[in-house]
C-alpha cells in the first residue's frame, strides 16, 4: 500500500491501550512527526487513557444509580477531549503545528440518545478548515453534535468510527487503527494464545466478527468503510507499530470468536421467545450493535447477546425469563456462510475455544498475558493517583524498545 496523496490527509486513530501513562503521548506524538513529511498533514483520532472512561461511569453511578443521558453524555465526552488535548501537547513540545478539536469542529452530525447518537451526516468543511495551518490535528473520538449543536456521545468505543468518517470526509487512502495488537487474529490472543494474526480480511468477515462479540472494529466503523471502499489497516500501537491487518475486499478466513461478556436468557416457551424479540425489535434505536441470536443449549432455546447488553434493555424485557449468567457465546464465522453459534459454560470458554480453533490452525507458540490498563485511568476522578505517582510512571514503562517509525505505508 502507497502512502497517501499530498492533498489527502493520512488519518490514523489511537486507542486506549496506545496511551497507558502520560509518556505513551510523548511516543504516539514522536510516531505521528515521524510520518510527517513535507505537503503530508495528519487526522489523528484518539481515545481516552486506558481505563478511563469505565472508571469515570463508575464515579458518576455512585452519585445516581442511572444518572440522566444527557450527563451521562457530557461526562464521557471529558475522557476523550483530555486525551485529545494531551496528544496535541506532547506534538507542540516536537515543534509539530498541531491542534485539538471539538465535536463542533468534526463535522459529524447524529440524531438519537445523547450517549448513543447515529451519525446521519459527514460534513467534510470543519475537518478541511481545522487543517489549515496546521500539520496535524487532534480529534476526540466517538463524539458529534445533535440538531441542536449539542455534543453527543456515539457510544463506548466508537472512536473507530470517528476515524473511518473523518477519512472518508477527507477522501483519504485508507484509514490506521493502531491498538494493544497487531492486527486482527484467527481467536483472541489473550484467550488463545496460538492465535493467528490475519494478514487480510474482507469486510463481511470483519463486520460478522464484530457482530459475534470479537473486539476488532466498531460494527459501524466497518459498514461505513465498505459503503466507501475505505481500507482499514489494524497495526500495533506505536512505537514498534508492526503491521498487521489490512480489511478490504471480500477475503473471508475461518476465525473463533470467543465472547466473554454475553448475556443470555432461556427460553422454554417458544412463544414467549417471539414476544420478547419483537418487543426488542421495537426498543431498538437503528444501530444494532448488540444483536440477539436464537442459540439451542441442552434441549432449551436460549437468547444471547454478544457483547452483553450496556443499554440494559434485553434485562428489562427478559424479565420473566430465566437469566443465565455463567453461560458464554463462541462463534465460528466462515466464509459467506451463516456464522455458527453455541453456548459453553464460561469455565470451558478458553478449551472449547482451543478446540474449534484447533480444526483449522495448528498450534502457535505466542504467549500473551492480560490486556494491559493504565494506572493512570484515575487521572479525573482521582487526582491523588498523579501526585502518588510522581515522575515514576514516566519511566516505569517495561515493554520492548522501539523500532524507527515507518515513513510510509
Known amino acids: 500500500m502507497g502512502g497517501p496523496s499530498p492533498e489527502r490527509p493520512a488519518v490514523f ?13 510523548r511516543t504516539v506524538a514522536r510516531y505521528i512527526a515521524g510520518r510527517l513529511d513535507g505537503s503530508r498533514r495528519v487526522v489523528a483520532v484518539v481515545s481516552a ?25 457530557s461526562l464521557l465526552l471529558t475522557a476523550d477531549t483530555v486525551s485529545s488535548l494531551l496528544l496535541a501537547t506532547a506534538l507542540c513540545e516536537l515543534g509539530v503545528r498541531a491542534r485539538a478539536i471539538d465535536a463542533h469542529q468534526q463535522g459529524l452530525h447524529a440524531t438519537g440518545s445523547p450517549e448513543r447518537a447515529k451519525v446521519v451526516r459527514i460534513d467534510p468543511a470543519p475537518l478541511w478548515s481545522a487543517l489549515t495551518g496546521c500539520e496535524v490535528v487532534v480529534v476526540p473520538g466517538g463524539q458529534a453534535v445533535d440538531r441542536g449543536s449539542r455534543p453527543v456521545m456515539l457510544g463506548r468505543n466508537s472512536s473507530d468510527l470517528s476515524a473511518v468518517a473523518a477519512a ?7 484509514c490506521e487503527i493502531f491498538s494493544d495488537v497487531p492486527g486482527v487474529y484467527t481467536a ?21 466478527m464484530t457482530r459475534a462479540g470479537a473486539k476488532v472494529l466498531h460494527p459501524l466503523a466497518v459498514e461505513l468503510a465498505e459503503r466507501h471502499a475505505l481500507p482499514i489497516l489494524c497495526r500495533s500501537r506505536p512505537p514498534i507499530a508492526k503491521r498487521g491487518t489490512l480489511i478490504s475486499g471480500s477475503t473471508a478466513p475461518v476465525a473463533i470468536v470467543a465472547d466473554q461478556r454475553t448475556d443470555v436468557w432461556a427460553f422454554p416457551d417458544v412463544s414467549e421467545l417471539e414476544h420478547v424479540q419483537e418487543r426488542l425489535a421495537k426498543e431498538e434505536d437503528g444501530d444494532q450493535v448488540n444483536v440477539p ?12 447477546i454478544a457483547g452483553g447488553d450496556p443499554r440494559g434493555i434485553a434485562h428489562r424485557v427478559c424479565v420473566a425469563a430465566p437469566h443465565r449468567p455463567e453461560l458464554r457465546l463462541i462463534t465460528t464465522v ?17 478449551e472449547e475455544t482451543r478446540r474449534r480453533h484447533a480444526r483449522h ?12 490498563r493504565s494506572p493512570l485511568s484515575g487521572i479525573l476522578t482521582d487526582p491523588a493517583n ?8 514516566l519511566i516505569n514503562d517495561q515493554r520492548p524498545t522501539a523500532e524507527e517509525p515507518e515513513k510510509t505505508t
Open 188 to 208: 483472541d490472543p489473550y484467550l488463545l494464545p496460538e492465535a493467528r494474526v490475519l494478514s487480510s480480511l474482507g469486510y463481511g468477515a470483519a463486520l460478522r
Open 49 to 73: 487513557m486506558s481505563g478511563t472512561t469505565g472508571a469515570l461511569q463508575n464515579a458518576q453511578r455512585e452519585l445516581h444509580a442511572d444518572p440522566p443521558s444527557e450527563l451521562a453524555a
Open 293 to 304: 441470536v436464537v442459540v439451542d443449549y441442552e434441549g432449551t432455546r436460549h437468547l444471547a
Open 334 to 350: 466462515h466464509g459467506d456462510h451463516e456464522p455458527e453459534h453455541h453456548l459453553v459454560p464460561e469455565s470451558q470458554l478458553a
Open 361 to 372: 490452525y495448528p498450534d502457535v507458540n505466542d504467549h500473551r498475558g492480560a490486556k494491559p
Open 168 to 174: 472518508v470526509a477527507l477522501g483519504a487512502d485508507h
Open 13 to 25: 486513530k489511537f486507542g486506549g491501550a496506545c496511551f497507558l501513562d502520560l509518556s505513551d503521548y
Open 386 to 393: 498523579i501526585t502518588a505517582a510522581g515522575g515514576a510512571l
